[in-house]
Structures are given as structure tokens and as C-alpha cells.
């Protein structure tokens, strides 16, 4: 089944999460302690973006709610990305309380395709293209498809869209 989107739609990473068969809880599902709850999410919430849990074979997201809901919907799906394309990560870690799998450590080839691969998803380059030849800004643009501008800003560069549309508009 279709996630039935427009093609110039933003994606919803909850959605399109779904749509996979993969499960986002919710931190508070983690039932943690106060002490940890607040070491990962006040103290120290910066070393942490988001989690893969797999039990048997489901697999479960877990996005540090801490963070922006720009940089929430990135993460999400740059761990969808690990997991629709495969990755397989170089260390896992066992929950002693649970006996869940922590998946963690990704060589660094497999980091920057499930980068690649996410921005992708969120920031299609036809969107792109599309946006920035109607002259929308790149805050207008990262608004639009619920990402930060940094994001959107290095799409545009990778793509070569920007490039694409200097040399249009000089031979015009």
C-alpha cells in the first residue's frame, strides 16, 4: 500500500514509518527512572538523537524529544534509512532488564548513506527545484517540508539546484 502523497508533499516521518512496519514509541514508553529520564533528556541530551530497538523482529524507533520537532523528523528518518537500506550496525548491546537489542555504531559509509538517503526522502531534489524556480527561500522551503534550514540549505547544494538554476537563469 501507498503512502498516497503529491509528489511536491512533505513526507511525515511518523507516516512513512508506519507505512514500513516500523513501531515510534514514545521516551515515556521506555518506562525510565526520573534520574535517567533526566540525564538523557536535561543533562545530556545532546549525545543522543535517536534509538533503534529490536525485539525479535519488530524494530522501534525512539526519538530524543528533547530536540526540536525539525531535527526530530530528521532523525527519524535517518534511522528509517538505516533500516530500509539494511544497515547493519558494528557493536549491538543487550538490555540486561529487558533483553531488547540496542543497535548502535554504524560505520561511517553507512552514517553518511542513511544521511543522504533520509535528507532525500524529506527534501526530494524535484521539490527542490520546483520551490527555488518559483523563488521560494530556503527558509520558505524548510518550513514547508518541516526541516531545519541548515538542512535544507545542504540539499540544495548537493543536488546542484542552485547551480542548475544560476546557469538557467544567465542564459536567459
Known sequence: ????????????????????GLVVLDFSALGLSQTATRQLLAVDSESWSAMTLKDGHTAAIVVNPSHHIVRQRSNLMHEIAHIELKHLPSRVEVSKNTGMLLLSDYSDDQESEADWHGAALLLPRTALAHHRARRKTVSE??????????????????????????RSQSTI
Open 1 to 20: 500500500m501507498a503512502l498516497q502523497i503529491a509528489p511536491l508533499s512533505p513526507l511525515d516521518p511518523w507516516a512513512y514509518a508506519t507505512h514500513f
Open 141 to 166: 522551503i524548510a518550513t514547508l517540508y518541516g526541516v531545519s534550514e541548515q538542512l535544507c540549505a545542504w540539499r540544495l547544494r548537493m543536488t546542484g539546484v542552485e547551480i542548475q538554476l544560476r
